[in-house]
């Protein structure tokens, strides 16, 4: 059984695929019951950009930005003009002023439409959008570079400054985005299970059942381990699901979604799954669920999702620190301030009345009855990509090249080897 009720053109999957080709890397509130699409539909808080723009992004700005063309199904191209074009005229700010009527993150003049509409990161951001999709679709257009994309929405007297814009255009895309693998699992207190992009299982303690299936599509993107640790499901970004030991397969497949299928949660006694994708789509199997999904006014891509001890309801989060709860979940917190590059992952507490997640650089953010232990571990070896709450007062992070990282009463066992990331 599945249900959703989102739409977009996947440019996802296009760039997974340029990705996994080893292309240029393109990229990167509230509860949901308290969400109100109508505040993010009001036009957002303005810096001056006179005499001088700021030097740094704002990091809303800038997800903003990228929730809105990834949400408009943008090809690469046009992915790349987008942000190549907010660099140049505001850095990723959203100005209140600028050169005769220009405003916003684009620095929109009046013909664009009312200064509210430029001042709106997600409609300004439309706007240029859909205009950049018509010049790319211009046969006479085929061979433009994103640069020169951006150059005939925008018309400026400085017609190389969006190409030149490139590299920070893409740094700034691959710092947003977030591509994990299967991540890390705590088995009671004293084992962990952790699980590569490629399907490697890795048992730490406890029970090695198989893994690193074959004639799988996409990449493996979350597990879940049974009661009892005899069995487990991995589920691949096309929604596959690989179940082993006594883990019974119920469906997957996840007719219809857009974007990746990302995270994974089964019911308490191993008799469902609800699994979700990279726009916010939950799908139900066996005797899971379904309390909820695809809410309006995310910012940043969906990247983890987690169940309630009872199995009715489930929390789900984004990139830019929102948690959206459902059922019996209940709200705790989220959008955390001044954390690095994305949030990719949360983890709930033995109760379900609090969790913590964590962003790419290790910092961790605490939230009812999660008890903050430490983060933000030096010397990582690429980014952070998983977090896990212990049974009792800790939590265990992963980095994408398997590197263990444990806090409060989570064990260190020790770490895989391998060149799949986690």
Not at 160 to 180: D, H, P, R
Not at 208 to 219: E, I, T
Not at 365 to 372: E, I, L, M
Request: charged share 10%.
């Amino acid at each position: 059984m599945s249900r959703s009720n989102s739409s977009s053109r996947g440019f996802r999957g296009l760039y997974r695929s340029l990705r996994a080709a080893g292309g240029l890397a393109l990229v990167v509130t509230l509860a949901a019951q308290l969400a109100s699409p109508q505040a993010w539909a009001a036009a957002n808080p303005t810096v001056s950009c006179l005499p001088k723009i700021p030097s740094n992004p704002d990091q809303s700005v800038v997800l903003q930005v990228y929730a809105r063309v990834l949400a408009d199904g943008a090809d690469q191209r046009v992915m790349l003009a987008t942000f190549e074009t907010a660099w140049v005229e505001s850095h990723f700010n959203n100005c209140s002023n600028g050169t005769g009527t220009s405003v916003g993150v684009f620095q929109q003049e009046n013909s664009w439409g009312s200064v509210a509409d430029r001042e709106t990161v997600s409609t300004a951001t439309d706007a240029f959008v859909t205009r950049a999709e018509q010049v790319d679709s211009n046969p006479s257009a085929k061979n433009y570079t994103a640069g020169q994309i951006a150059q005939a929405v925008q018309k400026s007297a400085k017609p190389n400054a969006y190409g030149q814009a490139l590299g920070m255009a893409t740094s700034l895309e691959s710092a947003y985005t977030v591509v994990n693998g299967g991540g890390t699992h705590m088995i009671g207190s004293g084992a962990y299970m952790d699980v590569s992009s490629t399907g490697q299982v890795y048992a730490w303690n406890s029970r090695y059942l198989g893994g690193s299936p074959g004639g799988y599509a996409g990449h493996f993107t979350d597990a879940q381990v049974t009661a009892g640790d005899n069995g487990y499901w991995l589920l691949t970004s096309a929604g596959q699901i690989y179940a082993y030991g006594n883990a019974p397969y119920f469906g997957g497949g996840a007719a219809g979604h857009t974007g990746d299928m990302i995270a994974l949660a089964a019911t308490p006694d191993g008799q469902g799954y609800d699994m979700l994708s990279s726009t916010g789509q939950v799908y139900a199997y066996g005797d899971a669920g379904y309390y909820g999904g695809s809410p309006g006014g995310n910012s940043g891509e969906f990247v983890g999702m987690q169940m309630t001890p009872s199995g009715h309801g489930y929390w789900l989060l984004t990139s830019s620190g929102q948690v959206y709860a459902y059922g019996d979940a209940g709200y705790y917190g989220g959008s955390p301030a001044g954390f690095s590059k994305g949030i990719v992952a949360m983890s709930p507490t033995p109760s379900g009345h609090g969790y913590v997640m964590v962003s790419k650089t290790g910092q961790v953010y605490a939230y009812g009855d999660a008890q903050y232990k430490g983060g933000s571990p030096a010397a990582i070896n690429g980014d952070i990509a998983g977090i896990s709450y212990t049974p009792g007062a800790g939590y265990l992070l992963i980095s994408t090249t398997g590197q263990h990282y444990a806090y409060g009463d989570a064990p260190f066992i020790g770490n895989p080897s391998t060149t799949s990331s986690f």
